[in-house]
């Protein structure tokens, strides 16, 4: 098993399975420790306190305008094609609900998660990444950018989602309030419970992955440069997302 | 951007603005939940009602229940009955609860694009009010369900229509025969042509009797030797009285014939009686003359 592992996997084909297993682990085991300090209040310090509030001003306060812009075009523009396409098959009244499931619940916290990281990461690595020769960061110096980056990721998520639902309807019924009863309804059938339970759970992993793995590049070999580095983190990012997004979906067979 | 002493940007107030985010979203999470929580009826007052269908196939939990189109109530609960069928639980809100008398049908509709449809319908609104807790046959109604019986019916359908427009079919043989029958040379068109020649003539001057004769020489004739007919059945009309009274003479004679016929008879008669006695008398003097011979008396 070790032969394609290390065929596949050249940190695997250096280190050896067992030293690429140990690097994981000290990723976990970071992660780990983050996810502890930041629900510990005693770690966070009026000096921690303050550099997470800039960090989430940074990711969230900077970028809420452009977001919502973003989010109110892109949920127009894609309910407009939704709507229209399924009245042209006489399915005009699943056009609500498929923008519901499809975009609200499924690809809005996935943008929000890569909006929030495209600026995360630079700058975690452009604070974190310890240049060779001088001291590395420590956990301390990584967690205002693990809570600053969550807290953004789901700060976006939410309005992101309730902007778009706000969008949603004019775009279908017009500004009169006739459908509003039956757009009620049909957002409390398709937030169920174990629906909104499930999407409060996506935007809280996406979240968590978001925070940490930027804050990961402290662990980093310090021999890479900056652009290896940040690839190393977006990969990771990616793959994380992926792992949760696979996992909810199979959560939803079940 | 300006960075603080930190390495992170300067932004003016970040606690504030940070605290000011947290508690926006705080209250959208809040509102939405509360929201969510409306939509769903959880603050409003519920009835029950029970329905039992043959299956659950198409029906979910939250499904709506719709009354002229309009949701009215939503199944909050699906279980498989004791008796094998399906119970559908339905909560209707108490303000559409309304709608629903104890007449009420309830459907079940599997259409061919998606979901099922749960239906109520009231006949009469003035109804008993439907109890809460009532429980309810629900019809089924799948439009899938009739697919492929109709599907074997087109084929079989389309196969006859094949058959029937063959080349070798028997509809086309009698289009050709039909045609055949109207071409302008054929013999329905010649019969149809005379048909018009003998109505024309029929309602010529001379009627029946020129379209049976053909022309006016004949016509004229035949009028002639009717005209000829008609004074010789007036004659013979007027023999025939001649005739009648000859007749009515001859019964007369007829009848004094008879009575002279019956007077002979008694003539006769009587002649026989007395010839009977002059024979008698001749025997007589035959006997009584010694030399007489036998002589035969031969009558008249």
């Known amino acids: 098993m070790a032969q394609p592992l290390q065929q596949l996997f050249p940190l695997i084909r250096r280190s050896g399975l067992t030293g690429w297993l140990a690097g994981q682990y000290r990723y976990l085991s970071f992660a780990a420790l983050l996810l502890i300090a930041s629900v510990s209040p005693s770690i966070h310090d009026q000096a921690t306190r303050r550099r997470s509030a800039s960090i989430l001003c940074c990711a969230a306060w900077q970028t809420l305008p452009g977001y919502l812009l973003a989010c109110v075009l892109l949920s127009a523009i894609l309910t407009r094609i939704v709507a229209v396409s399924a009245d042209s098959y006489g399915l005009s009244h699943l056009a609500l609900e498929a923008i519901l499931r499809v975009f609200v619940v499924e690809l809005l916290p996935l943008a929000s998660t890569l909006f929030v990281a495209m600026r995360a990461v630079p700058m975690a690595m452009l604070h974190l990444a310890a240049l060779p020769g001088q001291p590395g960061a420590g956990l301390r110096d990584a967690l205002p950018y693990a809570v600053g980056n969550a807290a953004a990721v789901v700060i976006l998520a939410i309005v992101g989602g309730i902007v778009s639902l706000l969008v949603a309807y004019p775009v279908v019924h017009g500004f009169n309030q006739w459908g509003l009863p039956a757009y009620t309804r049909l957002i409390g059938q398709v937030f169920d419970p174990i629906l909104a339970i499930a999407f409060s759970a996506k935007i809280l992993f996406f979240g968590i992955a978001v925070g940490i793995a930027p804050a990961t590049v402290v662990l980093d070999p310090r021999k890479y440069d900056t652009g290896q580095r940040e690839m190393r983190v977006m990969v990771r990012l990616l793959l994380i997302l992926v792992l949760i997004e696979g996992s909810f979906l199979m959560l939803r067979r079940f | ?300």
């Open chain 2, 1 to 300: 951007m300006n960075e603080s002493p930190n390495h992170l940007p300067n932004i003016k107030h970040p606690e504030s603005k940070a605290a000011a985010l947290l508690l926006v979203t705080l209250a959208l999470i809040v509102a939405f939940v509360i929201f969510v929580m409306t939509a769903r009826g959880v603050f409003e007052e519920n009835q029950q009602l029970l329905l039992v269908a043959e299956n659950s196939e198409g029906v979910a939990v939250g499904m709506d229940m719709t009354f002229s189109g309009f949701p009215i109530g939503r199944v909050s609960r699906i279980e498989l009955g004791d008796d094998g069928k399906a119970h559908l639980h339905v909560s209707v809100p108490l303000k559409d609860a309304r709608w629903l008398r104890a007449s009420s049908v309830f459907t079940l509709e599997k259409g061919v694009v998606g979901g099922s449809r749960l239906r109520a319908f009231t006949g009469m609104l003035d109804d008993e009010p439907l109890e809460d807790g009532a429980r309810r046959e629900v019809l089924m109604g799948d439009a899938t369900s009739g697919v492929p019986e109709l599907v074997s019916t087109v084929t079989r359908l389309v196969g006859n229509l094949e058959r029937l427009t063959s080349e070798q079919s028997a509809l086309v043989a009698s289009m050709d025969n039909l045609q055949r029958m109207t071409a302008e040379q054929s013999a329905l068109a010649g019969s149809l042509n005379n048909m018009r020649q003998f109505t024309a003539t029929l309602n010529g001057r001379h009627g029946a009797l020129g379209a049976l004769l053909g022309n006016d020489g004949d016509v004229a004739k035949v009028i002639d030797s009717l005209e000829q007919t008609r004074l010789l059945l007036t004659e013979a009309r007027a023999s025939l009285a001649k005739v009648d009274a000859a007749l009515v003479d001859v019964k007369a004679i007829t009848g004094n014939t008879r009575a002279a016929t019956e007077d002979l008879d008694a003539l006769r008669a009587e002649f026989d009686l007395n010839l009977r006695k002059v024979s008698g008398l001749v025997d007589d003097l035959n006997r009584k003359w010694p030399f007489a011979r036998e002589r035969e008396l031969k009558l008249p």
